[in-house]
Structure formats: C-alpha cells, structure tokens
C-alpha cells in the first residue's frame, strides 16, 4: 500500500512543482507553502502567567498536559492556515470561471464547482475519497466541531471532488471567526485529541485540491518538469506527478513512480 508523505514534505514538493510550471505567477503561492512545509512547532507556555500552578499537583497535570494538546493544536492551525493561503493563491492565478450560480459566485465555491465539473468524466487523484472519509469520519466523532460535523451532507451543487473543499472552507472560517474550540485533554489527564489531527486531514485535503486546480487548469498543456536530484528519473509529464507527487518514495535510491 502506498504512503503517504508528511504533511511538511507533501507542502515542500507541491510548491517546487508548481512553482517550476510558472516561476512568475505562482511565485507567491509557493513561499506560503514553503512557509507551512518549514513549520516544525510552535512554542506555547500555557501556564507562564498562572499563579496557581504549583498549589495541586493533580491540577498541575491537567494544565501541563492541556499545555501539549493545545500545542499540537495550534501547530496543526499554523501550517493548515498557511496551506490555506497558498490555495487562495492559487485560485487567484488559475481563475476558475464563476460558479454558474449567481448565488454561489464567491472564490472558493467557483473553485469547488470547477474541480467538481472536470472530475465527473476524468479518474480522481488517489487517496483523495479516502482522506475525506478520515475527515468526515473524524469530525462527526469530535465534541470541538459539533457544528461542522452537522453539515457532512454533500450539496447539490457540488460534486464530491470539490466536496472536501467546501467543508474545510467551513473549517476555515470557524478558525478565522474565533468559533472553534480548542481541545482539552482526556478523562485520565492524558494529551490525547483527535483535534489536531482533524486539522491535518484538513490541510491534506486543501493540498489534494490544489493539486486537483492544477491538473484541470492545465490538462492541455504537454508540460514536463524537473524534479529534484531525490529521483531515478527527475524528469515527469506535470499531470502525471500531480497525481502521484504526495505519495513516498520506496527509499531515497528508488523512485517508486518511474
């Protein structure tokens, strides 16, 4: 079974390929990506203005361990919101044409609607069903999005490609509206959430789609780029590496997709 990359390099390579097709154009998508890609944590000291910590030493282990979950947390945000940029980028370069519903014309519902459009007659990227599976599965299960989860219908004007996007659009907005809950840690004072995990299927989902912008936006186009010197073959036809560019390789001496 193939393996996926982390999150960081999955960012990294997408950002060289695109940025490899159009140096000029997708120049600014592709320093948000390297931003998100070089993300390692954040730093978050939880209890450094908390004078009661050190009166209860069971408290104390609530509030240490609600220091490590919500770090996780936080550094999940960080890299998804950074991803994020890098998609509104993206769809501002590639234009999708407008939603042909006047009501649903905003940018990310025109992108929905064209990744959704082209893939009713062309094969999916794979695993993209699968990792929206995780998602949905994860959120209908999580206490911090109980609303979100309660919109997992997939609309009618949008097809299940672009499905993924819609939802995390939500996701997006619940962050940027100050609505979302920041977990806590589990019954026995354990650093145990699925919310940070939520968050990167989410950020997996948002770099499928933009991989999915760009193979519609230049399924015409004969475009072959170079890849790094980590690859057998570096040379590959973009929309084949679009399709397979988050996947793991073998082992640094093998290039599984030549």
């Known amino acids: ?7 960081n390099q999955h960012c990294y390579d997408l950002a060289e390929a695109v940025v490899t097709v159009r140096p000029t154009e997708m120049c600014q998508m592709g320093e948000w990506l390297r931003v998100a890609a070089d ?10 203005f908390d004078d009661q910590f050190g009166w209860c030493s069971n408290a104390d282990r609530y ?18 919101l950074f991803v994020w940029g890098a998609l509104e980028a993206a769809v501002e370069a590639i234009s999708p044409p407008p ?11 025109s992108a929905c ?32 999005f109980q609303r979100l989860a309660a919109e997992l219908s997939l609309p009618t004007h949008i097809g299940e490609e672009g499905f993924g ?18 977990p806590v840690p589990d019954d026995e004072h354990r650093p ?6 939520i968050v990167k299927v989410a950020t ?7 991989q999915m912008l760009f193979l519609v936006r230049y399924a015409d186009e004969a475009i072959t780029i170079d890849r790094s010197s980590r690859y057998v073959n570096p040379e590959i036809p973009l929309n084949e590496w679009l399709r397979i560019l988050h996947y793991k390789q073998d082992d640094p001496g093998n290039d599984l997709f030549s």
């Open 1 to 7: 079974m193939r393996v996926l990359k982390q999150i």
């Open 39 to 48: 993300i390692k944590s954040v730093n978050l000291d939880w209890i450094r």
């Open 63 to 80: 509030e240490l361990a609600k220091q490590d979950v919500v770090r996780k947390h936080v550094t999940s945000m960080a890299v998804f």
């Open 99 to 109: 939603h042909p519903d006047k009501s649903r014309q905003g940018k990310i519902n």
């Open 113 to 144: 609607h064209y990744i959704s459009k082209y893939f009713k007659t062309t094969l999916t990227i794979r695993p993209y069903r699968e990792v929206l599976c995780q998602f949905t599965g994860l959120l209908s299960r999580s206490a911090s």
């Open 165 to 182: 996007l819609f939802i995390v659009y939500k996701l997006r907005n619940e962050f940027s509206h100050g609505d979302t809950i920041f």
């Open 192 to 197: 145990i959430s699925d919310d940070p995990t």
């Open 204 to 210: 997996r989902i948002v770099l499928l789609s933009i």
